[in-house]
């Protein structure tokens, strides 16, 4: 089974239309963390939202977590073609003595249309 | 705004051969990892550092594979003998010991012939 599995795997939108991403996990974690990737460049980190946090907003990102059914979820509003990228959400895995290691998804790439 | 920087963007190298991949850290984190992307696939966690010492590692990382940290900015990875299957992007991140947000390097794009 896989940790941190995005839904759906590709999602293509009109420019300023909202777009909305999944992301599903198997273990507790202490944390969750979505990443953008521009093709064939690095990752950039959107945002993190802890395991005791329900919902959290940067700009025109929201996250949510729902730590009883495990999912998270990553809204971007007003979406722009800038957008475009591959969108991975990464679980820090709740375990003893850890350190704080990535658990990845697969990623979900998203098209914003102009 | 402090950024992971890492070189060479892209390396290519003959199978059997060492290479070295460098890592420059944000200034103030204590933490660094190393990551992998085989392309279309997803990133891999590898191995974990912290004060100068390996804290957890992946089954990929095997004998072949070393990190070091050999002044107080570098972290490096090193893959003793290339195999076709090393192939990959190879990402550096580091953290600090407050917040757990993990900033990526750009990646080196390695290509073993």
């Known amino acids: 089974s896989q940790q941190g599995e995005e839904d759906p795997q590709a999602l293509s939108i009109q420019e300023g239309e909202n777009a909305t991403m999944n992301c599903s996990y198997k273990t507790s974690i202490n944390n969750l963390q979505w990443y953008r990737q521009n093709s064939g460049r690095g990752l950039v980190h959107l945002i993190l939202?802890?395991?005791?946090?329900r919902e959290k907003h940067s700009g025109r990102l929201r996250v949510t977590l729902d730590t009883s059914k495990k999912s998270s979820s990553l809204l971007i509003t007003a979406s722009r073609a800038a957008d475009t990228a591959s969108y991975f959400c990464?679980?820090?895995?709740?375990?003893?003595?850890?350190?704080?290691?990535?658990?990845f998804g697969k990623g979900m790439k998203l098209t914003v249309n102009p | 705004e402090p950024e992971v920087t890492q070189t060479p963007s892209h390396q290519v190298t003959q199978m059997g051969q060492e290479v070295i991949l460098r890592c420059v850290p944000i200034?103030?984190?204590?933490?660094f990892y190393w990551y992998r992307q085989i392309l279309g696939q997803k990133v891999e966690f590898l191995v974990s550092?912290?004060?100068?010492?390996?804290?957890?590692k992946s089954e990929i990382f095997d004998d072949q594979f070393s990190v070091e940290r050999p002044d107080g900015s570098n972290f490096t990875l090193k893959i003793r003998s290339t195999k076709l299957e090393d192939s990959a992007m190879y990402f550096c991140?580091?953290?600090?010991?407050?917040?757990?947000?993990?900033?990526f390097g750009p990646g080196t794009r390695l290509t073993v012939l």
């Open positions: 200034s103030n984190h204590l933490y």
């Open positions: 939202i802890r395991s005791n946090e």
């Open positions: 990464a679980t820090d895995p709740l375990t003893q003595g850890g350190s704080e290691k990535l658990v």
């Open positions: 991140a580091s953290r600090d010991s407050v917040y757990n947000e993990q900033f």
């Open positions: 550092f912290y004060n100068n010492e390996i804290s957890e």
